[in-house]
């Protein structure tokens, strides 16, 4: 069954509001879990939640116009290079706010979260902008292909 609106034929503000919305609800479950488990306020877990509600939207609206593009037939390899800085920047996003809230709580030293910091974000954004490169090169090649006639060009 297909659904009648695709999330990618609403307006930017109805896909954020919709999207955003959604991601801050399932998030906020496991910070009240750490609240309980930590015996932590609210006013001390405001600022890892932000922290880490941050990347989400840096990521929607980059997923949003990608997918714009994509409808309107852009080139597959400035597609898929958009998609991989996309999901790069989202990842050293998150790295960033997951440390900056386990110093912010106490849970891990500043010099230490300083040198995970270094080593996961240098491993963390070549290996998922390449991971996603290939993969919307390949997904986009394939959808290509099936919309031919299957013949190969003389």
């Known amino acids: 069954m297909r659904i009648p609106t695709s999330g990618s034929r609403l307006s930017l503000g109805a896909w954020l509001l919709r999207g955003l919305g959604t991601y801050l609800l399932l998030e906020s479950g496991p910070f009240l879990v750490l ?50 800085v996309s999901v790069a920047l989202f990842g050293v996003a998150m790295v960033v ?39 919307v090169i390949t997904r986009l090649s394939s959808r290509a292909a099936a919309k031919g006639d299957g013949t190969r060009p003389k």
């Open 35 to 84: 609240g309980l488990a930590l015996r932590k306020t609210a006013a001390e877990l405001a600022g890892p939640y932000l922290a880490c509600a941050a990347p989400a939207a840096i990521l929607m609206p980059l997923v949003w116009w990608l997918r714009q593009r994509e409808g309107q037939g852009a080139f597959p390899e400035r597609l898929a290079r958009g998609w991989g």
């Open 97 to 135: 706010a997951v440390m900056y809230s386990c110093v912010k709580l106490h849970l891990m030293n500043p010099t230490d979260a300083l040198g995970g910091l270094v080593v996961s974000v240098l491993l963390s954004a070549p290996i998922s902008y390449f991971t996603l490169y290939h993969m």
